[in-house]
């Protein structure tokens, strides 16, 4: 039995691979696959990565491309989502900001450097031709975090997946301004270089397992309510959710890595690009 650690955040989009170990799926094909919710997001995912604490993580796109360049010894193997993902922009329920304009030199809740909800804040600063040199952040680790601090004012405003928040919004904690999606596909599958030198076969098995159960997931009997259930989602986001989710089976292009590569260069969060075989590797 082969072992194989793998991270992703504790979100409706990984109930894929939930299911596939509950199967056991990767069991009968002699592959034990350990998952570990990381609530903290990408930017702790990509220091599990590095310090070989998870041999794969089902992470951001923008994120992963970020630490790569940076010496992240990975590579990018699939992508997961190929649907953006869409970033709700929210503030206290009670907070004085009520438009996106208003938010221009507030300060911005992430849940740690290097973070996807970092990134973003730079992508819809750009997107609305703020000075991305102005942004200031307050570390909140979780979204746990982001509710303390928006709440004690810490931080006036928080990006995070909109319909994970939504539950948020429903209690009158937080209040959603608008929404940021990603110009790109949302999640990929990442893997340690280590991994794929040693045992690029079961890198494949596991691809090739998870890429049948994302492909059929929309189709198992009554998957929204299992979804809300398991998400504390209304019925009906989680609908609209499923709606507008696209699962992939396929690699990461070199025309999408270009234009993910070349707005973080623009907006300054990556000094170098690297070049598609830096980054991607097909199994």
Known sequence: MKTIKIAGVPEHFNLPWHLAIENGDFENANIDLQWTDVPEGTGKMCQMLRDGETDIAVILT???????TAGNPSKIVQVYVESPLIWGIHVAAESRFKTLVDLENAKVAISRLGSGSQLMAYVNANNQNWDTTNLQFEI????????????????????????????????GIFRRVTDCPTPWPCFVIAVRDEILLEQPETVAKVLEIINQTTQEFKDIPSIDKTLAQA????????QEWLRLTRWSQKGL??????????????????????????IVKTV
Do not use: C, H, S
Not at 145 to 166: N, Q
Not at 253 to 278: A, H, R, S, Y
């Open 62 to 68: 923008e994120g992963i491309v970020k630490d790569i």
């Open 140 to 171: 909140v680790n979780t979204i746990d975090g982001a509710v303390e601090a928006l709440t004690k004012g810490t931080a006036d405003y928080f990006m995070w997946e909109r319909f994970m928040t939504k539950p948020l919004v429903d209690k």
């Open 231 to 238: 998400y504390y989602q209304k019925i009906e986001d989680i």
């Open 253 to 278: 292009e070199p025309e999408m890595l270009n234009k993910v590569q070349n707005q973080l260069f623009e907006l300054g969060i990556i000094d170098k690009k690297g070049t598609f075989e830096d």
